[in-house]
Nanobody
Framework: QVQLVESGGGLVQAGGSLRLSCAASGRAFNLYNMGWFRQAPGKEREIVAAINQININTYYLDSVKGRFAISRDNAKNTVYLQMNSLKPEDTAVYYC????????????????????WGQGTQVTVSS
């Protein structure tokens, strides 16, 4: 069982920055691919960024490339999402997720391949 706890959400003006953190329980964090997803009201959950176990392979949603950065600190069992130049369309609940399948060496973009989820943190960007 893996528990994920997000923090760092809030209200920010357009152009501002936020840093989301996700702390994971357990001793095998370094074996998990990790992802950040978001879900806005009335929309499907979408991948924002993902990172593989050894911090080499990353993926970004096209609309956040150059603005967001995902990173992880395996010694702290934590994954981060640095969000800069935020836009009103970034407003959503942001979720951290873990893919614990050891056969997958690249971070997945598929919601269905992540088996543990955090409770979510609200990010609101005002115009």
């Amino acid at each position: 069982q893996v528990q994920l706890v997000e923090s760092g959400g809030g209200l920010v003006q357009a152009g501002g920055s936020l840093r989301l953190s996700c702390a994971a329980s357990g001793r095998a964090f370094n074996l998990y691919n990790m992802g950040w997803f978001r879900q806005a009201p009335g929309k499907e959950r979408e991948i924002v960024a993902a990172i593989n176990q050894i911090n080499i392979n990353t993926y970004y949603l096209d609309s956040v490339k150059g603005r967001f950065a995902i990173s992880r600190d395996n010694a702290k069992n934590t994954v981060y999402l640095q969000m800069n130049s935020l836009k009103p369309e970034d407003t959503a609940v942001y979720y951290c997720a873990a893919d614990t399948d050891p056969r997958r060496l690249s971070a997945s973009r598929q919601v269905s391949e992540y088996d543990y989820w955090g409770q979510g943190t609200q990010v609101t960007v005002s115009s």
